[in-house]
Nanobody
Framework: QVQLAESGGGLVQAGGSLSLSCAAS????????MGWIRRAPGKEREFVAGISRDGGRTYYSDSVKGRFTISRDNVKNTVYLQMNSLKSEDTAVYYC??????????????WGQGTQVTVSS
């Protein structure tokens, strides 16, 4: 079992920045690709960013590429999402996820409880 706990969400103005963290505990999280998936009100779940087990590869959705940066620290068992140039359409609940098989988090094995990000225009 892997437990995931997100932090860092909040309210920010459009054009601003916010940083999310996801602390993993339990079974060694370095066995898993990690990343972020979001869900906006009334919309389907959307992949945001993923990072490989060793942190050497990253993958982003087109909607956030160039604005968001994902990173991980396997010593601290933590994954980060730096979000810059935020837009109102980035408003969503952001979930941390761990996937044993794929960096694009197609079938996450574990989920966090989510953290709300609200971007005001």
């Amino acid at each position: 079992q892997v437990q995931l706990a997100e932090s860092g969400g909040g309210l920010v103005q459009a054009g601003g920045s916010l940083s999310l963290s996801c602390a993993a505990s339990g079974r060694t999280s370095s066995y898993y690709a990690m990343g972020w998936i979001r869900r906006a009100p009334g919309k389907e779940r959307e992949f945001v960013a993923g990072i490989s087990r060793d942190g050497g590869r990253t993958y982003y959705s087109d909607s956030v590429k160039g604005r968001f940066t994902i990173s991980r620290d396997n010593v601290k068992n933590t994954v980060y999402l730096q979000m810059n140039s935020l837009k109102s359409e980035d408003t969503a609940v952001y979930y941390c996820a761990a996937d044993y098989s794929s960096i694009d988090l197609r079938s996450p094995d574990y989920w966090g409880q989510g953290t709300q990000v609200t971007v005001s225009s």
